[in-house]
């Protein structure tokens, strides 16, 4: 073998061995138990599906925590969260912001909904500082179906809408829609408010399309073994500061 085509085949074997080795694109899911997976079977989370639509070349964490809110005297604020720092702490290459349910509720959005703009700029800026190369898609929140439940409700969720739209696009930031893909279709949902696992696979698409630019075409892999029943989200809608949703 010639010395030149050796060289060409050492280059090669090098290319090929470095994208194997090359550290995958870190993906940080941050949101309340919509995020976290409550409503679909182990594995069935957006994060986790996302996960198995983009591959082997991301790595994708959920930092989801239920109850929490965005508001910052909210009854659970996201930044008081270990999940916040450890969100920060990770650094991620991409992340994916979706809060807003909790904060409908009337014992937060009531005394506090004119703060939730001021609020959701000062989490942006949190996560870009972990990270100045960060591209941060902020989510429109999902839809919440017919009265909701655990106080958590639609019309709130309609005007977070434009105040979400408004900060991406001040700020020029990167939008995810996950309320037009859930609207209008209550079967996918475990209790109006938390999507089951087909919900969550929608969410999943939205985010896989706005990562990559594509349709997401499938198949993936599935988690091994049968799918389990997703844990029953709390029957009660009677408010307090823990309430998980």
């Given at each position: 073998m010639s010395r030149p085509l050796l060289s060409l085949v050492a280059v090669c074997s090098f290319l090929i061995v470095s994208s194997a080795w090359a550290d995958p694109v870190h993906v940080a899911c941050v949101g309340d138990s919509i995020t976290y997976g409550t409503g679909a079977a182990k594995g069935w989370d957006y994060p986790s599906q996302?996960?198995?639509?983009?591959?082997?070349?991301?790595?994708?964490?959920?930092?989801?925590?239920?109850?929490?809110?965005?508001?910052?005297?909210?009854?659970?604020?996201?930044?008081?969260?270990s999940a916040f720092k450890a969100a920060l702490d990770y650094k991620a290459d991409i992340a994916i912001l979706l809060l807003?349910?909790?904060?409908?509720?009337?014992?937060?959005?009531?005394?506090?909904?004119?703060?939730?703009?001021?609020?959701?700029?000062?989490?942006?800026?949190?996560l870009q500082g972990s990270n100045?190369?960060?591209?941060?898609?902020?989510?429109r929140p999902d839809w919440v179906a017919g009265a909701g439940r655990y106080?958590?409700?639609?019309?709130?969720?309609?005007?977070?809408?434009?105040?979400?739209?408004?900060v991406a696009s001040s700020m020029n930031l990167s939008e995810i829609d996950m309320h037009a893909p859930l609207e209008g279709h209550p079967e996918d949902f475990f209790d109006t408010v938390h999507p089951n696992n087909a919900g969550a696979a929608l969410m999943a698409k939205a985010a896989y399309k706005a990562i990559t630019g594509?349709?997401?075409q499938g198949p993936y892999v599935t988690p091994p073994g049968p799918t389990p029943a997703p844990s029953p989200a709390p029957a009660s809608p009677a408010p307090s500061p823990a309430e998980a949703h």
């Open positions: 996302l996960q198995r639509m983009l591959g082997p070349g991301y790595e994708v964490r959920n930092f989801g925590v239920g109850g929490a809110t965005l508001l910052r005297h909210g009854t659970k604020p996201y930044e008081k969260q807003g349910a909790n904060d409908t509720t009337p014992h937060n959005w009531a005394p506090h909904g004119a703060e939730f703009e001021g609020d959701y700029r000062w989490l942006v800026g949190q100045p190369a960060l591209k941060l898609f902020v989510c106080h958590i409700n639609e019309p709130v969720i309609e005007q977070q809408i434009p105040i979400i739209d408004r594509n349709d997401f």
